[in-house]
């Protein structure tokens, strides 16, 4: 029984990763190196109502936790479900090392710029004014723009998905999750009970085109046309896509060593 | 106990700390058995550092009110240290830069002389150590050239001056014993830790912790070990319960601050029933306290850390040996019984020097971790008599691996359901009953001194030798619990029949220990607290315990 308010962008979200799951799977990947790891949020419940390995972590500590999966097996694909609210707020320092290592995970924002697991307060993309219960009068300080943030990081892949729109979403995911690094996607995702943003989107929301993902400047200058504040188009779409040595290639392992007589010599040197 | 003592200090950046170990090397080379205490404060340049190096025919692990020798390199060393001066104490000196009384060494302008660098100053001083000693230059050579890696001509040519310029006072004589590795606790952990199984060791730095991650990572490869350091103490156990869950044994290592911030991932581990192992070198609180000194204020911390009720494992070595096995066994268990285990060391543990012997220490429990047999659907916390659920890791065909922060079903899937919260609270305390039968088996409490003594001295951790060697002239019996959680509340009975009077020694103001004690029906009639960061001397425990026996 799946959980979320008539309406949710969540719902949408969650048949986006049922076929893309399914595609992976035809595809050859198997379902058991498959690991979904989620924050606290509405968004987190996506693990439990999709039949596949999965770690319900913490509020602002998926990210984390999923980098300690990936390095323990590095022929996993971990796939991260986190709110705005949880990794933009909370869990920002994981997220910004989670880039700055470039370490192969795929983090999907849910991003619906409003706390809903706890009734509508801002959040660190919430517009400059936004009226919650903790900031009755309107916020004082401007939204972050996440991936200004994470493209400064070090992210490989930044792309900028929408609930609405889950032909172009299931590409981006699916894009995501083959892409060898850190892949982020923020996913404008309207919580209809707190912050109904879907007339808004629907008039700004457009698909881009004729644009080169592997020029970081080109990349900056289209992430900084909206700045998740002012009132100007919202391009959907992949920004930044560029390979770079991953952290957790690093860690594959070598062969089995003999300890015992190892830590023997250890201490021999030790006298 | 007939020992010697050498106390060597100077400014942090003399290199106090690599001489006291080379005189630690030197001694052990002669069969004796060696301590070494560290005193640093928390500066990098400046201030007053010292070691003090005791070698005995026994092994030990505390320090006594005076000393045989003092090699000062600044004046503070001479004037913070009278009190350890007895009536044949050799005081040995830079005479360039303190004024002193005893064996003055003209190492400054020596270095000088020779154009070596101002650090040189200490190999000097050992060099003149070694004549004092009564050794003859070749085996001192011998050691140095061993130890010293780096710029060692200059070393030997400035310590071969210094053996020039001093005096015999003293005629040392060569124990007919087999020389054995000297070990640092954090060390002596460590290879425990990497004997019992350790997959990988994360960390943030983090005094009196960081020399296991830096010992660690110098030997990942070698061990075939992963060894990350993240960006924070959250991090480092957040990604820890990530490998856990992808079946790799990890252990995090941290201080009193660090375990702060750990304590959210500690309470999931709980939840989770993701084994760990949490290394908790404590030093003197509360925040940032005394980075670099030693306490044992942490024991409370430590059994109520994290939301909720859960079962853990605590145990508290008392010198590297203990380190070593009791680091191993809460790997084991930790994995057994798939719950967290907290080591509580302390910066006189951690960063203190023993002889260590590997041939006294005890096989750890078999690795006995309960896996699925790839029958029927996987349930990741299947209700079972023990508690102990079959375990299974990502990437086994067939199973479904679901952990959860929130409570659950069987199959890890979030419930709110009466019935289930009541039922999976059950049995991950069932764990807990299981778990302390299976310590009940293991030596969780050692008894030492006199047997039959009335009065008990009881301790934990880094007094242990401190409270042995002030029993020996008082004797008392010494009771020392290594496990705290569970407590071993039926051993701790047998080892205190026949008492009349309980003491407790602890490093911390409030007897974290006694309240324990308290709580598990124990009375302890006395307690003997030390909270200035520095451990007592023998003496001065001595005095305090025969003051509070009845």
């Keep these: ?271 | 106990m007939e020992s010697l003592s050498i106390l060597i200090g100077g400014r942090a950046g003399d290199g106090i700390d690599q001489a006291s170990l080379l005189i630690g090397k030197l001694l052990n080379q002669l069969g004796f058995r060696i301590y070494i205490y560290r005193d640093y404060p928390s500066l990098i340049r400046g201030g007053h550092t010292f070691s003090i190096v005791r070698a005995a025919r026994e092994k030990l692990g505390a320090h006594r009110q005076t000393v045989d020798f003092i090699c000062a390199l600044n004046q503070d060393c001479l004037d913070n240290h009278r009190d350890k001066i007895h009536g044949r104490t050799v005081v040995l000196y830079d005479s360039d830069v303190v004024k002193g009384t005893g064996l003055a060494l003209p190492l400054t302008s020596m270095v000088k002389a020779a154009g070596g660098p101002e650090i040189v100053r200490n190999t000097a001083m050992l060099g003149g150590l070694a004549k004092a000693l009564g050794l003859p230059w070749e085996k001192f050579e011998k050691v140095a050239r061993e130890n010293l890696k780096k710029e060692t001509e200059i070393n030997i040519q400035l310590a071969r001056k210094g053996y020039n310029a001093a005096e015999t006072f003293y005629k040392i004589e060569e124990q007919k014993k087999p020389v054995l590795p000297l070990v640092t606790g954090n060390e002596a952990l460590a290879l425990g830790l990497a004997s019992a199984g350790l997959d990988a060791y994360i960390s943030y730095p983090m005094t009196p912790s960081s020399t296991i991650l830096h010992f660690l990572a110098q030997r990942a490869e070698a061990l075939n070990m992963k060894v990350i350091h993240p960006e924070s103490e959250l991090a480092v156990i957040m990604m820890a319960l990530g490998f856990a869950y992808a079946g790799q044994k990890t252990a995090v290592g941290t201080s009193g601050g660090g375990f702060c911030l750990m304590t959210e991932g500690l309470s999931f581990a709980g939840m989770a029933e993701l084994p760990m192992v949490i290394v908790l070198g404590q030093r003197p609180g509360p925040s940032t306290g005394l980075p670099t000194y030693s306490s044992q204020t942490e024991l409370m911390f430590a059994l109520w850390a994290g939301q909720g009720e859960f079962t853990r494992l605590i145990v508290a070595p008392g010198d590297a040996e203990e380190a070593y096995y009791w680091g191993g066994v809460a790997l084991r268990l930790a994995w057994k019984y798939q719950l967290p285990a907290i080591i509580l060391t302390d910066k006189n543990i951690a960063e203190g020097t023993y002889s260590f012997d590997l041939k006294n220490i005890k096989r750890f429990p078999e690795e006995q971790s309960l896996f699925w047999d790839g029958s029927g659907e996987y349930k990741r916390y299947l209700a079972t008599a023990s508690g102990i659920s079959p375990l299974a890791f990502p990437g086994e065909a067939g199973a479904t691996i679901k952990v959860n922060s929130y409570e659950h079903e069987e199959d890890g899937v979030t419930t709110e359901d009466q019935r289930i919260t009541r039922k999976m609270q059950e049995k991950r305390l069932r764990k807990g009953v299981a778990l302390l039968k299976e310590i009940d088996e293991l030596e969780a409490v050692k008894v030492y001194g006199k047997q039959a003594a009335r009065t008990a001295v009881v301790c934990w951790g880094s007094t242990k030798h401190l409270c042995l060697e002030a029993a020996e002239k008082l004797e008392v019996r010494v009771v020392m619990p290594l496990v705290l959680s569970p407590l071993p509340l039926t051993q701790l009975k047998k080892a205190l029949q026949g008492v009349a009077q309980i003491i407790a020694v602890e490093d911390n103001a409030t007897a974290q220990l006694a309240q324990l004690l308290k709580g598990a029906g124990i009375k302890v009639d006395a307690v003997i607290l030390t909270y200035d960061g520095r451990p007592e001397t023998v003496e001065q425990l001595e005095e305090r315990i025969a003051r509070g026996m009845k």
């Design chain 1, 1 to 271: 029984m799946t959980q979320w308010c008539p309406g949710c962008g969540n719902f949408a979200i969650l048949k986006v990763m049922q076929e893309v799951l399914a595609e992976l799977q035809a595809e050859g990947t198997l379902l058991e190196n498959i690991v979904l790891v989620s924050g606290i949020g509405q968004h987190a419940k996506i693990v439990d109502y999709l039949k596949v390995n999965s770690f319900y972590s913490l509020h602002g500590r998926a990210v984390a936790a999923a980098e300690g999966i990936k390095l323990a097996n590095p022929k996993l694909k971990v796939i991260v479900f986190v709110g705005d609210g949880d990794s933009y707020g909370e869990g920002l320092e994981h997220l910004i090392f989670a880039a700055k290592r470039n370490i192969d995970l795929t983090v999907v924002v849910h991003d619906n710029r409003v706390y809903a697991l706890t009734t509508g307060q801002y959040t660190p993309t919430s517009p400059l004014g936004y009226k919650g219960r903790s900031t009755p009068t309107g916020t004082h300080e401007h939204p972050l723009n996440p991936l200004e943030l994470l493209l400064a990081a070090g992210a490989t892949y930044l792309a900028r998905g929408y609930n609405a729109r889950t032909e172009q979403l299931k590409g981006l995911i699916k894009e995501a999750i083959l892409h060898p690094g850190f892949a982020l996607i923020d996913l404008l995702q309207v919580c209809v009970t707190f912050y109904n943003q879907y007339d808004h989107y629907n008039q700004r929301v457009y698909e881009l085109t004729g644009h080169n993902p592997a020029d970081y400047n080109e990349a900056l200058s289209k992430i900084k046309e909206w700045d998740y504040n002012s009132d100007a188009k919202i391009a959907l779409g992949k920004f930044y896509q560029v390979e770079r040595s991953t952290f957790d290639s690093f860690f594959s392992g070598g062969d089995t060593v003999d300890r015992g007589q190892l830590i023997k010599t250890l201490l021999e040197r030790m006298v």
